[in-house]
C-alpha cells in the first residue's frame, strides 16, 4: 500500500477550512465585530443566542468553522513562513507549532462548545 | 549533482543568482501573493475571537455582557475593520481559484471558469444573506 | 536599404525613426564572475519584437551575444527570456509595447547561467523524463486490432496540457521552483496530467509515485504566476491543483479501505 505523504491530509483540512472561512468569516465578523458594537444592529437577546447556538446542528456548524479555520491558518502559515522567510532548517519545528497549535484550538472549540 | 547543477567539468562556471531573502518584495505580484497567504492569520484571528465569544456566552449573561462591552471599544472596531478587509480579500482570491481545482463537467461539455467561480460568489452572497437573515429574526 | 538579418523580410518593415536602450544581461564566464549590464541603442521598427531587436543586436552591433530562438513564431519555445522582469517569449514580444524603454532583458530567472541569456535546462530534461510523458499501457494491443479510438470529449480532457512547447516561463514565473530546486514545477506537472488524464494510458500510478510526493506537487503553494506567463494557456496551476485534488481523494481511499489500493 502506498502511503508516501501526509501532505493530502493537511491540504484536505486547509480546502475545506478555506472554503468554509471563505463563505461565512466575512458576515460573521461584519455582524458580531462590526454590526452589533456599532449599533447598526440591535444585539441579539442573550437566552435567543444561546438557544439558538445549543442546537446541534449549531454547534456541528461553530465547531467545524472554528476548527477548520485553524487549521487552514496552520497549513497555510507554515507554507508562508518555508517559503517566505526560507525557514526550511526549521521545517519541522514549524510544522509542529502550526498544525499543534490548531489542534490545541480544536480541542478548546470543542471543550466549549460541549460545554455551551 | 543535475538536480541542482553547480558545476560539471565542462560548465565549470555557470551563473547562479541567489534568491533574496525577501523575494516576495521586488514584485507586485509576489507581494499579493504573500499578502493572500497572510489572509489565513486573520481567518483563524477572528475564528480566535468568535470562539472567545462562544466562551463567554456559556459563561452566563454577565460574561457575554461583557464580552460585548469589549467588542465596542474603538480597538476592537479598528481591528475588526482591518481583519474584515483580509477576509474579504481571502474570500475573493479563494473563489476565483476555485475553478483551477474544481472541473465540472454537465452534458459532456466542461463548465467555463467563469461559471464555476460566479455560483462560488453566489453561494457566498446567498450565504451572507442567509446569515445575516437568522441574525435579524433569531 | 534592405537590412540582412536571420529574422528575414520582418526587419525591413520600415524604421519609424525613434531608437530605444535595450539593456541586456551580459554573463561572459571566461571573463567576468559576476553579470553586467550592456546598453545598445537600437533602432526601433514597426511591429518589431524584443527578438528582431536583439537580432539587430547580433548582426549589426555585437556579434558576441548570445541567445536562444529558433522559430520566431511562438512554436518552438526556445526563445523565452525575462523582459523588465516578466516572463516572456521575445518573439511574441512588441517592442512598440515596451516604448519609451529602456527595455531590461535577462535570462529565464530560476535557472543557472551558461552564457548571456542562455539558461541551462538540464533539470528540467531530467524531471520531464521521471513523470513518462508518453502513453503507457499495461498491455499492448496486438496491431491488428487497430488504433486506440478517442472521443472528442475524451480529447478534450487533456488537450490544454498537450500544448506546451517547454518554453520554460512557467518555471522563471515560480518562487517555489526558485526557492525549492527539487521542486518538479508547472510543466512537467502539466505534461504529467497530459497522459494521465488521456484515456488510452494507464501510466498514472507509475507517475503517482514520482508526483505524489512532497517534492512532486505538494510544495506547490498556488501561486498561479505560471499560469498568468504561460503563451500557450496550458494553465499549469490548474493541472497542478486537479493532481491535488485527485491524490487526496486517493489518499482517503487508501485509508477508508486499505485493501483496494493497488
Ligand atoms: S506550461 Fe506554458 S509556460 Fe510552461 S513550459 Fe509549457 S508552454 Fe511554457
Ligand atoms: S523563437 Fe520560437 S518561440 Fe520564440
Redesign the interface.
Known amino acids: 500500500?502506498?502511503?508516501?505523504?501526509i501532505?493530502?491530509?493537511w491540504?484536505?483540512l486547509f480546502?475545506a477550512?478555506?472554503?468554509l472561512?471563505?463563505?461565512?468569516?466575512?458576515?460573521?465578523?461584519?455582524?458580531?465585530?462590526?454590526a452589533?458594537?456599532?449599533g447598526w444592529?440591535a444585539?441579539?437577546d442573550?437566552e435567543?443566542?444561546?438557544q439558538?447556538?445549543r442546537h446541534p446542528l449549531a454547534r456541528t456548524y461553530?465547531f467545524l468553522?472554528?476548527s477548520l479555520?485553524?487549521y487552514?491558518?496552520?497549513h497555510?502559515?507554515r507554507?508562508?513562513l518555508y517559503?517566505?522567510?526560507?525557514l526550511?532548517h526549521l521545517n519541522l519545528l514549524i510544522a509542529v507549532i502550526c498544525y499543534g497549535g490548531?489542534t490545541v484550538?480544536t480541542v478548546?472549540?470543542a471543550y466549549?462548545?460541549i460545554?455551551? | 549533482m543535475s538536480a541542482n547543477p553547480q558545476h560539471t567539468p565542462y560548465h565549470p562556471r555557470w551563473y547562479r543568482a541567489p534568491?533574496p531573502?525577501f523575494w516576495?518584495v521586488r514584485r507586485w505580484i509576489h507581494a499579493r501573493f504573500?499578502l493572500r497567504?497572510?489572509t489565513?492569520?486573520f481567518?483563524?484571528g477572528?475564528?480566535?475571537?468568535?470562539?472567545l465569544?462562544?466562551?463567554a456566552?456559556?459563561m452566563g449573561?454577565e460574561a457575554?455582557?461583557r464580552f460585548?462591552e469589549l467588542?465596542?471599544s474603538p480597538l476592537?472596531?479598528s481591528l475588526?475593520?482591518i481583519?474584515?478587509v483580509f477576509?474579504?480579500y481571502?474570500?475573493i482570491t479563494?473563489?476565483n481559484l476555485a475553478p483551477r481545482?474544481l472541473s465540472l463537467r454537465l452534458g459532456g461539455r466542461r463548465v467555463p471558469d467563469k461559471v464555476i467561480a460566479g455560483l462560488n460568489f453566489a453561494?457566498?452572497a446567498g450565504?451572507?444573506a442567509a446569515?445575516?437573515w437568522?441574525?435579524?429574526t433569531? | 536599404m534592405a537590412v540582412e538579418s536571420l529574422a528575414g523580410n520582418v526587419s525591413e518593415t520600415p524604421a519609424t525613426g525613434q531608437t530605444v536602450t535595450l539593456e541586456v544581461f551580459r554573463y561572459r564566464p571566461e571573463e567576468e564572475t559576476e553579470p553586467v549590464y550592456q546598453a545598445y541603442e537600437v533602432p526601433v521598427h514597426k511591429d518589431w519584437v524584443v527578438l528582431d531587436a536583439l537580432n539587430h543586436i547580433k548582426d549589426h552591433l555585437d556579434g558576441t551575444l548570445s541567445y536562444r530562438w529558433s522559430c520566431r513564431m511562438g512554436v518552438c519555445g526556445s526563445c523565452g527570456m525575462m523582459v523588465n522582469g516578466d516572463a516572456r517569449l521575445t518573439c511574441a514580444t512588441f517592442v512598440e509595447s515596451l516604448l519609451p524603454g529602456p527595455i531590461r532583458v535577462e535570462p529565464l530567472e530560476n535557472f543557472p547561467v551558461v552564457r548571456d541569456l542562455v539558461i541551462e535546462m538540464t533539470d528540467f530534461m531530467e524531471k520531464l523524463e521521471s513523470v513518462k510523458p508518453w502513453i503507457i499501457r499495461d498491455e499492448e494491443k496486438p496491431l491488428e486490432d487497430g488504433e486506440y479510438l478517442q472521443t472528442p470529449a475524451q480529447l478534450a480532457d487533456f488537450e490544454q496540457f498537450s500544448m506546451c512547447i517547454n518554453c520554460l516561463l512557467c518555471y522563471a514565473a515560480c518562487?517555489?521552483y526558485g526557492?525549492?530546486p527539487g521542486f518538479t514545477g508547472p510543466a512537467v506537472i502539466a505534461l504529467a496530467q497530459r497522459y494521465n488524464l488521456d484515456s488510452r494510458d494507464q501510466g498514472a500510478g507509475e507517475r503517482?509515485?514520482v508526483l505524489?510526493?512532497?517534492e512532486g506537487i505538494?510544495q506547490c503553494?498556488l501561486v498561479g504566476e505560471c499560469s498568468e506567463v504561460c503563451p500557450k494557456d496550458v494553465d499549469p496551476a490548474a493541472a497542478i491543483q486537479r493532481y491535488?485534488v485527485s491524490?487526496?481523494l486517493?489518499?482517503?481511499r487508501?485509508l477508508l479501505m486499505?485493501w483496494s489500493?493497488k
Not at chain 1, 500500500?1 to 505523504?5: E, L
Not at chain 1, 517559503?83 to 526560507?86: H, T
Not at chain 2, 477572528?46 to 470562539?51: C, D, E, I
Open positions: 500500500m502506498m502511503k508516501r505523504t501532505e493530502p491530509f491540504w484536505s480546502g477550512g478555506g472554503t472561512a471563505a463563505l461565512f468569516i466575512p458576515i460573521t465578523l461584519f455582524i458580531n465585530g462590526l452589533i458594537p456599532l444592529l444585539a441579539p442573550y435567543n443566542v444561546l439558538m447556538a461553530l468553522l472554528i479555520s485553524f487552514h491558518w496552520a497555510r502559515f507554507f508562508t517559503d517566505g522567510l526560507q526550511k490548531a484550538g478548546a472549540a466549549t462548545l460545554n455551551l | 534568491m531573502i516576495w504573500i497567504e497572510l489565513s492569520i481567518v483563524a477572528y475564528a480566535l475571537v468568535y470562539l465569544q462562544l466562551r456566552l456559556g449573561p457575554y455582557g460585548l467588542l465596542q476592537s472596531i475588526h475593520g481583519s474584515l477576509v474579504m481571502h474570500s479563494w473563489f481545482a453561494a457566498w450565504m451572507s446569515l445575516l437568522v441574525t435579524l433569531g | 518562487p517555489v526557492l525549492e503517482n509515485a505524489d510526493t512532497d505538494w503553494t491535488k491524490s487526496t486517493q489518499w482517503y487508501n486499505p489500493s
